[in-house]
Structures are given as structure tokens and as C-alpha cells.
């Protein structure tokens, strides 16, 4: 079994920052895309930021320029910098990982995090 967990989600001001990571666990060879989602309330989960397994990534138009995403492939963690973060910024974010490929040829598919809260206040 593999689970992805989140943490770095908190309370900041409006022009702070935030770093979240998202750390795959479990007997993992190696991981596609990882990607960073969020959601607020009564909206639809929306793609923040993806990063391929080569580093290839591709943003939000909303948060080019202030938000980056990174992975370090060793320790099957991806990261989400956020920079200048705004009130809209607010959500729940979630990590998710296309494919994680396991022991014994086990394939896993579309899994995804818990979330963490991110709250900017203005």
C-alpha cells in the first residue's frame, strides 16, 4: 500500500509564504507526474501546479510567477513554494501522483493526498 501526506498548511498573512511537501510512502520504485490541487468550498478542485518525473512543470494562470513547484525523486517528495500569497489562495490543497509504480509490479493509479488547509487572511 502507498499514501501520499501532506503537511505545511497554516494560517498566513496576505504577501506571506508557505512551503508544503507531499511525501510518498510505502515499498515505491518510482513516481510519474505528481501534481498540487485545491479546493474551496462548493467549487471543483482545481490544478494548482504538475511537475513531471523529468521536472517539467506547468501552473495555474493564477499562481505563475508566485507559487513553484519542485520534487526530489530520491526521497519521493514534491514541494509547493508559495510566494505572495492572497485571500483567494485559501483552500484546501491536495497533492496527487498519476501512477506509483510498487513491489512485485503492483501499479498504483491516481492517488491522492489528504489535504492541508492553507488560510491567507487579509
Known amino acids: 500500500q502507498v499514501q501520499l501526506v501532506e503537511s505545511g498548511g497554516g494560517l498566513v498573512q496576505a504577501g506571506g509564504s508557505l512551503r508544503l511537501s507531499c511525501a510518498a510512502s510505502?515499498?515505491?520504485?518510482?513516481?510519474?507526474?505528481m501534481s498540487w490541487y485545491r479546493q474551496t468550498p462548493g467549487l471543483q478542485r482545481e490544478l494548482v501546479a504538475a511537475i513531471t518525473s523529468g521536472g517539467s512543470t506547468n501552473y495555474a494562470d493564477s499562481v505563475k510567477g508566485r507559487f513553484t513547484i519542485s520534487r526530489d525523486n530520491a526521497k519521493n517528495t514534491v514541494y509547493l513554494q508559495m510566494n505572495s500569497l492572497k485571500p483567494e489562495d485559501t483552500a484546501v490543497y491536495y497533492c496527487?501522483?498519476?501512477?506509483?509504480?510498487?513491489?512485485?509490479?503492483?501499479?498504483?493509479?491516481?492517488?491522492w493526498g489528504q489535504g492541508t488547509l492553507v488560510t491567507v487572511s487579509s
Open positions: 496527487f501522483a498519476d501512477q506509483i509504480s510498487a513491489v512485485r509490479g503492483i501499479r498504483y493509479l491516481g492517488v
Open positions: 510505502g515499498s515505491i520504485f518510482s513516481i510519474n507526474a
